[in-house]
């Protein structure tokens, strides 16, 4: 086994360990879970009223938050990947926002 992937398994499992509440059925969650999920909902809830997006659901601006957590893992690590998520989708939602509304002005 080559020491390459043997990092990108430890960043794996580092990145399932702190963020496995966003995939997990939510009634399995445990109160720390549900939490963190809770707060990182009410966040992108917060971040889309801000920015005006309403055309997007919330769930679907954490998968996909979550899924640039695994593509970025293969890169570098992600030392604080709650932290790290939860700027990502404030990132994803003003994107979101400059592309809708940027069409909506033209």
Not at 71 to 97: C, F, H, M, Q, S
Request: one cysteine or more; charged letters at 25%; glycine letters at 2%.
């Amino acid at each position: 086994m080559s020491l390459v992937y043997l990092e990108y398994a430890n960043r794996r499992n580092h990145l399932d360990s702190e963020l496995s509440f966003v995939l997990k059925d939510f009634n399995l969650l445990s109160p720390s879970e549900q939490k963190k999920f809770y707060a990182l909902m009410n966040h992108i809830s917060y971040c889309m009223k801000n920015q005006k997006v309403d055309h997007v659901a919330e769930f679907e601006i954490l998968v996909q938050g979550y899924q640039k957590a695994l593509v970025t893992i293969i890169k570098e690590p992600i030392y604080n990947p709650y932290g790290w998520l939860k700027t990502t989708v404030t990132k994803k939602i003003r994107d979101i926002a400059r592309k809708y509304w940027g069409k909506r002005n033209h």
